[in-house]
């Protein structure tokens, strides 16, 4: 596991000089002048690095997939939504295998209703205080309340409500549909082993990954893009405006959902920091050693050749927040959150801004970082709250705002 104590630099003094790789210069040295050469040319070079480097390739043959509507109920809220349970079959090889998402959609809006899609860390039954949701009997990370043998209990419902804030979002004229991020892989390096890596691959459970394979990041964002697809037929939702969002390694996993998969219409990254929003060459906080260390299953194996090398990276994080545009992208840290690096999320959304910029979209209007609880921009948005690592109301209030406003 490597030297967890490694030390951390939480000082801006300290960060060393770096250049960034410049997202519009293509590898064969020739400069990206047009949205054509852009969407032709460079996004997809970028989208490589990022898969050879960073994430890994996604199992990417197309997928027997069959839904069931497991749970229906009108009158969830008090009334003000429509609650659904679905379930999702892949069947490969002849086996099964299936992920749950639940959907809260306002039944005031006029439909087919806008979404936030984002995978939640402890089960859909702890995103909201509501009995008719089932209670996810997946493998769970220890570390959370209720959590006993490493399964949920029912003291965990609605135990993570405060993070998802669904009253806000149905209000807003929204709705929301989460996965427990588990049902695609538990989050433990030997994980996989009952996750959909081992599923598709040839050798199941005695897989050997190659180094540019996916990790558990993959696996998490090609979960998302498969309830893209039961949107798609599903009438209620309209598709093509589903925001991504996660928080944290979610937040991560957001990013690179948003990134490959171009039916998202927005993206939201919440306090996503190392191998999400914030810059890896500023080695602020956590770090590629840190990270690649602690979570060794996350990443690609490629990508640990870059601990203590973020130089010689050839991509860095404002480049994958460049592969959301022209969508609406929405990055926001916590102040307290130095672990994440705050600054260097804010910096990714600003040097993301040239490839906006090819599109004549605006961005963040700001030359600096602003102060806290001062959210900044309109295409391009960032907001540092006061506070730790979270997602909280304030939170939701801004996406709310940002999603009015492009959606
Ligand atoms: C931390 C990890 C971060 C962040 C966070 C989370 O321990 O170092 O990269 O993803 O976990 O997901 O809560």
Redesign the pocket.
């Given at each position: 596991m490597g030297d967890r104590l490694k030390e951390v630099n939480y000082s801006e003094e300290k960060v060393p000089g770096y250049i960034l790789p410049d997202p519009l210069l293509c590898n064969d040295g020739t400069r990206v002048a047009d949205v054509f050469s852009w969407k032709a040319k460079r996004r997809p070079e970028i989208l490589e690095l990022f898969r050879e480097h960073v994430y890994g390739h996604s199992f990417s043959l197309p997928v027997n997939t069959e839904f069931k509507i497991t749970s229906s109920d009108k009158n969830a809220l008090g009334g003000k939504a429509v609650r659904k349970e679905v379930s999702v079959y892949f069947s490969h090889r002849g086996g099964k295998y299936s992920m749950d998402i639940l959907i809260y959609l306002s039944s005031g809006a006029k439909k087919p209703v806008p979404v936030f899609l984002g995978l939640n860390?402890f089960g859909n039954h702890t995103v909201c205080n509501d009995a008719g949701i089932k209670i996810s009997c997946r493998w769970m990370r220890p570390d959370g309340k209720g959590i006993v043998n490493n399964r949920a209990t029912g003291e965990t419902r609605g135990i993570n409500a405060g993070r998802w804030q669904v009253d806000k979002i149905i209000d807003g004229g929204c709705g929301l549909a989460t996965i427990y991020y588990g049902d695609l892989e538990p989050d433990h390096p030997a994980g996989w082993r009952d996750g959909i890596r081992a599923f598709f691959h040839p050798q199941g459970k005695n897989a050997e990954f190659g180094p540019a394979d996916w990790g558990a990041i993959g696996a998490w964002a090609w979960g998302l893009s498969r309830a893209m697809d039961y949107f798609v037929q599903d009438g209620d939702i309209d598709a093509r405006r589903v925001i991504v969002m996660g928080?944290?390694?979610?937040?991560?996993t957001a990013l690179w959902a948003g990134a490959q998969d171009e039916r998202f219409a927005a993206a939201i990254s919440n306090?996503?920091?190392?191998?999400?929003a914030a810059l890896s060459r500023r080695r602020f906080g956590?770090t590629l050693y840190?990270?690649n260390n602690?979570?060794p299953h996350w990443f690609c194996e490629n990508y640990k050749k870059y601990n203590d090398r973020e130089d010689s990276l050839p991509v860095d994080q404002h480049e994958l927040i460049s592969l959301i545009a022209p969508r609406p992208l929405y990055a926001a840290s916590a102040e307290e959150d130095l672990?994440?690096d705050p600054r260097g999320e804010f910096l990714s959304a600003k040097h993301a801004e040239p490839v906006y910029a090819l599109f004549g979209k605006p961005g963040l209007g700001v030359a600096d970082m602003p102060p806290v609880n001062h959210p900044v921009g309109n295409f391009i948005c960032y907001h540092v709250r006061s506070g730790k690592?979270n997602a909280t109301s304030y939170d939701w209030e801004q996406y709310i705002n940002f999603a009015g406003r492009h959606l």
């Open positions: 860390f928080h944290s390694r979610l937040g991560k306090n996503s920091g190392c191998g999400g956590e840190h990270i602690y979570f672990w994440a690592h």
